[in-house]
């Protein structure tokens, strides 16, 4: 008995690709909602960084419509600027060298999530709208039929070069052949 997989691989991949994605997008959710716990620990802003580029990543494999995509992306960089970096993990106030790169790591992060969610939120709503504008002009569709283009004297003519070709390359392998023969046995002739 055929296995379903065997028989249609392109649905067992895609439904592959769903799973990897949706498991993406829960670990991602569960590194956002623990990552505040250890907030100041380095492994926690260091959680919520890839914890957030992993929800990235499955909201962008994810099999959606591009508009829908781009909005869901656009909202993430709204969401980690105004509500989640800054009620989570604010900005630490100190002299020290811990706190100072803590600080830094956050900001970068802010830019680098709100530059990558609103750019990549952005060309694919872009995307979706080139291709639903109706601002480019159709061509006009005709009832007539399509003429067929005939290239068959076309090909017979590229047959018959390659036949005159073949018996060329024939006849020059024959005389290498016989060249060949005639040295060999003037080379023995030559040491006797």
């Known amino acids: 008995m055929l296995k ?14 769903k799973i990897f994605n949706r498991l993406l997008i829960g670990f991602a959710v569960v ?24 929800l990235l990543v499955g909201v962008v494999g994810c099999s959606q419509d591009r508009f829908i995509k781009g909005v869901i992306l656009i909202g993430l960089a709204v969401f980690f600027q105004l509500l989640y970096l800054p009620r989570y993990f604010p900005l630490l106030e100190g002299k020290e060298l811990w706190q100072s790169v803590e600080n830094q790591k956050v900001e970068m992060f802010k830019l680098m999530i709100t530059i990558a969610c609103g750019g990549a939120g952005g060309s694919l709503i872009a995307a979706h709208a080139e291709v ?17 283009i005939d290239y068959t004297s076309q090909l017979d003519a590229i047959v018959k070069n390659a036949e005159a070709m073949n018996t060329k390359i024939n006849g020059l392998m024959c ?10 046995l003037l080379l023995l002739f030559r040491s006797n």
């Open 175 to 184: 005389m290498c052949g016989a060249l060949f023969v005639i040295i060999a």
């Open 4 to 17: 379903y997989s065997s028989v249609f691989p392109e649905v067992d991949a895609n439904r592959r690709h």
């Open 132 to 148: 639903s504008s109706n601002d480019h002009p159709k061509p006009a569709e005709s009832n007539t039929q399509q003429t067929r």
């Open 31 to 54: 590194g956002l909602i623990g990552a505040p716990f250890s907030q100041r620990e380095v492994y926690g802003s260091t959680g919520m960084i890839l914890a957030s580029l992993m």
